[in-house]
């Protein structure tokens, strides 16, 4: 079973149809802020059960990465909760691995948009050769 063949209300329909035909920066700022309770009649649907499975089967931190890694994170962020990225980070640096880690305000959404700038500035650096920034403590 999938988010989509949840209950839901006419809202979340609509959304739905909105943004399938539409890319990431085109709803972001219309969809920004919102919880996922406000297109559910679920209060808190990442608490159930199929889609706690889901998310499970593609945690991070399974392993570690052997390359540096830039990881950025929304502060109010609803799908990745920022003490489970502020752990993920954690371990990364304990096992040695070089992190370049920044919290940004806002929600996931909003977020994914406006840190991907200095993301790709981190990749091109990498690319030019540049040495992978840490800020692990």
């Not at 709803?27 to 559910?40: N, W």
């Not at 977020?111 to 040495?131: C, E, H, Y």
Request: negative net charge; charged residues 20%; proline residues 7%.
């Amino acid at each position: 079973r999938d988010l989509h063949s949840f209950p839901t209300r006419r809202s979340s329909d609509l959304a739905a149809a909105a943004v399938a035909s539409e890319c990431v920066e085109q709803f972001a700022s219309q969809y920004a802020f919102k919880h996922l309770s406000d297109y559910t009649t679920t209060p808190d649907p990442l608490a159930l059960p199929q889609v706690k499975a889901v998310l499970d089967a593609n945690n991070l931190g399974r392993r570690i990465p052997t390359e540096p890694m830039h990881i950025y994170e929304a502060t109010n962020d609803e799908l990745l909760p920022l003490a489970d990225v502020l752990n993920l980070v954690a371990d990364y640096c304990k096992h040695g691995l070089a992190v370049d880690y920044h919290e940004y305000p806002g929600e996931h959404l909003w977020v994914a948009g406006s840190g991907s700038f200095d993301a790709l500035d981190w990749i091109t650096a990498r690319f030019n050769g540049a040495p992978a920034p840490n800020n692990c403590s």
